[in-house]
């Protein structure tokens, strides 16, 4: 098996949303400047001809399991307004007339979908690439991806980048994240311990079972304030509990699969012409030469064509 691409695609659906002057209009009027960014990006990927690809999409916002965990998470982020939206959908309809396999849920996160794919393709024998812009999925490293590519920046990031970047194994990003919390999905965080201690704890005790386990032992550590930080833990070890269920991945999605393994996943041709279609509805038609140039068979050499017999 040769080269697989798990692709974080609303990170990217994001980045052109906001990036792109709104150059672009649909025949039902709404601007798809994001439509364009990403559809390109993915002719791209597929232009390198991966082994296998697929597309996870975030669909969950408000209804994620984890809102019944803990009804604050992601309370900070806005539902996307009709005019995103119908970006959204689009380029969905976009990856899949382009043949690659394209999977949301309402309850799960596309982390939690990536998480997933992940496990599969580990399971069959495929170290994919996770293609995405959040350092947080260096977590799938320890579970069989082989490395994070943020597409755009051109930067691949390995376990020894994650390990640089938090100071803490790819495995216990999740702990990590239960200490110092994330704003930006709104997980709540010990008060007083930041990234250095974090990673300090982490470097002594396996994951966030084992610092509550052996409390009393931190006020020993050589960490700046370590008694106080100790009763700190103690004091917040149920709301830890929480956020690692928050932070932590689900590789058991419910998928709708029609193949075991893989097979989902492989790179099979694509008549191009309903990806034309779809372009021109979306008024970004001037990527059809490009959708042609990548969809069709590459044409065979006069050395590999068979003799016609008559």
């Not at 069959?124 to 812009?133: D, F, H, K």
Request: glycine residues 8%.
């Amino acid at each position: 098996m040769s080269q697989a691409y798990l692709v974080d695609a609303s990170v990217y659906i994001f980045r052109y949303y906001f990036a792109l002057p709104p150059n672009w209009e649909s025949r039902s009027g709404y601007t798809t400047e994001a439509v364009y960014g990403f559809s390109n990006f993915l002719l791209d990927l597929l232009a390198r001809k991966p082994s296998h690809i697929a597309c996870a999409f975030d669909e969950s916002l408000g209804s994620c399991f984890r809102n019944e965990i803990y009804p604050e998470y992601k309370c900070s982020r806005a539902l996307p307004d009709e005019a995103l939206a119908y970006q959204l959908a689009a380029c969905r309809e976009m990856a899949e007339a382009l043949g690659i396999a394209s999977y949301a849920s309402d309850r799960f996160e596309a982390d939690d979908i990536l998480a997933t794919l992940t496990r599969r393709c580990a399971e069959n024998g495929c170290a994919p690439v996770i293609i995405t812009r959040d350092k947080d999925l260096g977590q799938l490293l320890d579970r069989g991806a082989a490395s994070l590519w943020d597409f755009a920046a051109d930067q691949h990031l390995g376990r020894a980048e994650i390990e640089q970047k938090f100071g803490v194994r790819p495995g216990q990003i999740a702990d990590y994240l239960a200490l110092v919390g994330d704003t930006i999905d709104d997980i709540p965080g010990v008060p007083g311990i930041g990234a250095k201690s974090a990673a300090r704890l982490l470097a002594e005790f396996d994951g966030i079972e084992s610092l509550i386990a052996n409390v009393e032992q931190v006020a020993t550590l050589k960490i700046r304030g370590a008694a106080g930080i100790g009763n700190k833990l103690a004091e917040f070890a149920e709301q830890m509990r929480m956020a690692l269920r928050l932070a932590e991945l689900n590789y058991t999605v419910p998928l709708k699969m029609r193949n075991p393994g893989t097979a989902d996943l492989e790179c099979r041709p694509v008549e191009p012409g309903l990806a034309v279609a779809l372009a021109e509805e979306f008024g970004i038609g001037g990527l059809a030469k490009k959708i042609r140039r990548t969809l069709e068979p590459a044409p065979q050499s006069a050395e590999t064509v068979s003799p016609v017999i008559v």
